[in-house]
Each structure stands twice: as structure tokens, then as C-alpha cells.
């Protein structure tokens, strides 16, 4: 069984910085790629970035893209979501995903963790 515990969170200034961290247990085949996503009150998820536990592949939403960077520690089992020069509309639950294929699309994730609050006030 797949187990991903997300880290991190908290509540700062715009323009902060801020390193969520997502502990994964249970490796397999089915999860070789690793996303963050976040769901901000009254919005659908979205996707903020991927990264695969071999070769280290990225992708990030236009959002994000240049302030934020994903990067994992294949010894700790641990994938990073370093968020800079934050903004209030990044405000919103994060989540860490296992999946098997390089996608941008929840649906395309099996494994979630819980979630953890971020908010950035203005």
C-alpha cells in the first residue's frame, strides 16, 4: 500500500518562500511519477507540477512556472515542492500524487496524500 504524507504548510506574507515536502512509502512501478496539485475554496484541483523518481522529468503549470521547482531525493523516498515569490493566489490545500504516467489530470493519480494548507496573505 502506497502512503504519501505531505509536510510543510503554513500561513505567510506575498513574496515568501516556502518547501513543502511529500514522504512516500510503498514504491512500485505504479507510482514512478510524483505530482503536486492544489484545490483553492470553490475551484476544481489543478496541476502545479510533476517529477519522475527516474531520470527526474518536470513539468509545471504556467502558474507556477519559474517561481516554483519540484525536485525529489530518491534515497528519502521524498519529493520537494520549493514555492517562491508566493502570491494570494496561490493560497490553497496542496496535495502530493503517485502515479504511472505523465499527466496533468488528477484522474491520471492513484495515490493522495491529505493535503496541507498553504496561504499567502497580501
Known amino acids: 500500500q502506497v502512503q504519501l504524507v505531505e509536510s510543510g504548510g503554513g500561513l505567510l506574507q506575498a513574496g515568501g518562500s516556502l518547501r513543502l515536502s511529500c514522504a512516500a512509502s510503498?514504491?512500485?512501478?505504479?507510482?514512478?511519477?510524483m505530482g503536486w496539485f492544489r484545490q483553492a475554496p470553490g475551484k476544481d484541483r489543478e496541476f502545479v507540477a510533476y517529477i519522475t523518481w527516474y531520470g527526474g522529468t518536470t513539468s509545471y503549470a504556467d502558474s507556477v512556472k519559474g517561481r516554483f521547482t519540484i525536485s525529489r531525493d530518491n534515497a528519502k523516498n521524498t519529493v520537494y515542492l520549493q514555492m517562491n515569490s508566493l502570491k494570494p493566489e496561490d493560497t490553497a490545500v496542496y496535495f502530493c500524487?503517485?502515479?504511472?504516467?505523465?499527466?496533468?489530470?488528477?484522474?491520471?493519480?492513484?495515490?493522495w496524500g491529505q493535503g496541507t494548507q498553504v496561504t499567502v496573505s497580501s
Open positions: 510503498g514504491r512500485s512501478i505504479t507510482t514512478s511519477v
Open positions: 500524487s503517485a502515479g504511472s504516467s505523465l499527466s496533468v489530470q488528477p484522474m491520471s493519480y492513484r495515490y
